[in-house]
């Protein structure tokens, strides 16, 4: 019963370098979101995707792009990485975008930026 | 706007003892309630969620929650704290009748169980 499988787990790059994080969930929901976690902030939303072929802003967006690829799969990039972007990135997904709707988490991606 | 506030980024308890986590929030209208819990290298997982009807609102593990209105306050607590219970813990909020996109996470309150 994978949920949301999230890939890589760990990344180490350099600044400038770009890079994609993988999502896929196999739970057939409709609407996907990327978060970063940083250390007593809480999680910030990125972007995310109310449905197939939908991408909006979160709260934090700079820096970074989205694709939705198909239903399953949320994919987030970091064209030219910053050490600013060091952080845990969260990918989630819920059946609808409702805000009474809980979300499902992947395990994360711990990445950082030298 | 809405927020939500944790009071104590880490609690710590003896095994046995009560759990006591608590989250404060501020919005217009009674929101949607979530609390959430993360085990070491592991994402969120939903412990219980306040919607709408039954104030006290029971979850996974033997937690439970109970929404206040008057205090605007939804705190978790556990009657007996078990070494299996120590994580960070979110509470979350959400506006009625809006998008998950909109959910505002808290801080989280780290928990560590003593033997």
């Known amino acids: 019963n994978a949920g949301v499988t999230q890939t890589p787990k760990f990344q180490v790059l350099k600044t400038g370098q770009s890079m994609t994080l993988q999502c896929a969930q196999d739970?057939?929901?409709?609407?996907m979101y990327w978060y970063r976690q940083d250390p007593g902030m809480g999680l910030r939303l990125i972007y995310y995707?109310?449905?197939?072929?939908?991408?909006d802003k979160g709260e934090v967006p700079n820096g970074y792009n989205v694709s939705r690829l198909n239903k399953r799969e949320f994919s987030l990039r970091l064209e030219s990485a910053a050490p600013s972007q060091t952080s845990v990135y969260f990918c989630?997904?819920?059946?609808?975008?409702?805000?009474?709707?809980?979300?499902?988490f992947g395990d994360g991606t711990r990445l950082s930026i030298l | 706007a809405q927020s939500v506030t944790q009071l104590g980024s880490h609690v710590s308890v003896s095994e046995g003892a009560l759990v006591l986590l608590r989250c404060n929030y501020s919005?217009?209208?009674?929101?949607?309630l979530f609390w959430y819990v993360q085990y070491p290298n592991q994402g969120l997982q939903l412990l219980l969620k306040?919607?709408?009807?039954?104030?006290l609102v029971k979850g996974i593990n033997g937690f439970e929650a109970e929404f206040k209105k008057s205090e605007t306050s939804f705190h978790l607590t556990k009657p007996s704290a078990h070494m299996s219970d120590a994580a960070e813990y979110f509470c979350?909020?959400?506006?009625?009748?809006?998008?998950?996109?909109?959910?505002?996470f808290g801080s989280g309150t780290r928990l560590s169980i003593r033997p």
């Open positions: 989630a997904s819920s059946e609808g975008v409702y805000s009474n709707q809980p979300q499902h």
């Open positions: 995707s109310a449905s197939e072929g939908t991408t």
């Open positions: 979350a909020v959400s506006e009625r009748y809006s998008s998950a996109s909109k959910i505002i």
């Open positions: 919005s217009s209208v009674p929101p949607y």
């Open positions: 739970m057939n929901h409709n609407s």
């Open positions: 306040y919607t709408t009807g039954a104030t």
